[in-house]
């Protein structure tokens, strides 16, 4: 290996490095996120605090993931595609680290739901949860695979868990003002409802940032839609 290989060679090392503590991440949060949804709709607390113990260690890669990216950007100075995988790597940790404390918060609710009265059975919490399970799924699978179709599926799926969440908050307040014995539970559904809700946003920005790895393109708040609508507009103007 020649003197100018080495470097390159430890470079690449490190990065693969970078990616393997990311992917413990992911799993890590993808387990505390499905504990968590678990342990509220068979309303069994037992697991809530081990998934809070375990988020430790969620908080613990997001730091050496950080500390990797700088050394990697400051030592090496990367360019093109290797720029664009640390800065992904960087932003998807951050996102991981978020959903790992929406997980604990939906743990803490299933264990103050447990001493509540039982509503009856919520069609639209149990697919609100199920979907967004599938979508931190599919975004995750999506940045190791490198996938730019799947995360595209992701960001559009997030529709469908905001309107499941307006019909759970509506169909809450109605419990609650019909039967205030039930406002205590209903309070922690809209709890976890939000928290759920926010996974779901944090998967599309996973899935945001794949496309932008994969592709170097920006889809960010409707940024592709208006990269179409623009070159459309040019085109009639030719």
Same mark, same amino acid.
């Given at each position: 290996? #020649? #003197? %100018?290989?080495?470097?390159?060679? $430890?470079? $690449?090392?490190?990065?693969?490095? /970078?990616? *393997?503590?990311?992917? %413990? ?10 504990? +968590?949804?678990?342990?509220?709709? #068979? ?9 809070? +113990? ?6 613990? /890669?997001?730091?050496?993931? &950080? ?13 093109? =595609? ?18 790992? &404390? $929406?997980?604990?918060?939906?743990? *803490? ?28 799924? &599919? ?5 190791? #695979? ?15 868990? &905001?309107?499941?969440?307006? =019909? ?9 003002? %019909? ?11 809209? /709890?976890?409802?939000?928290? /759920?809700?926010?996974? +779901?946003?944090? =998967? ?15 889809? *960010?708040?409707?940024?592709?839609? $208006? ?5 459309? %507009? ?5």
């Amino acid at each position: 290996m #020649t #003197t %100018e290989q080495k470097p390159r060679r $430890h470079f $690449h090392d490190e990065l693969d490095t /970078l990616q *393997k503590r990311l992917v %413990e991440m992911a799993g890590v949060v993808e387990s505390l996120v499905g504990r +968590a949804v678990t342990a509220v709709l #068979t309303r069994d607390p037992s697991s809530a605090a081990d998934i809070i +113990a375990e988020d430790n260690r969620v908080d613990e /890669l997001e730091v050496e993931v &950080d500390e990797r990216v700088v050394e990697l950007l400051a030592l090496h100075q990367p360019m093109a =595609s290797d720029l664009r995988q640390i800065i992904t790597s960087n932003k998807v940790a951050n996102d991981l680290e978020r959903v790992g &404390d $929406h997980a604990v918060n939906i743990a *803490k609710a299933a264990r103050r739901l447990a001493d509540t009265q039982p509503l009856p059975e919520l069609r639209e919490l149990t697919e609100m949860a199920q979907i967004t399970r599938e979508m931190l799924a &599919d975004a995750l699978a999506a940045y190791v #695979t490198r996938n730019a179709g799947t995360a595209r599926m992701v960001c559009i799926t997030d529709d469908r868990v &905001d309107d499941l969440r307006r =019909s759970l908050f509506r169909i809450l307040v109605t419990h609650m003002l %019909e039967d205030p014995k039930r406002i205590g539970g209903a309070l922690e559904l809209l /709890l976890v409802s939000q928290n /759920l809700e926010r996974v +779901a946003d944090l =998967s599309t920005n996973i899935s945001e940032d794949v496309v932008f790895l994969v592709e170097g393109r920006t889809i *960010k708040h409707g940024a592709e839609v $208006h990269q179409v609508t623009d070159a459309g %507009e040019d085109d009639e103007l030719v």
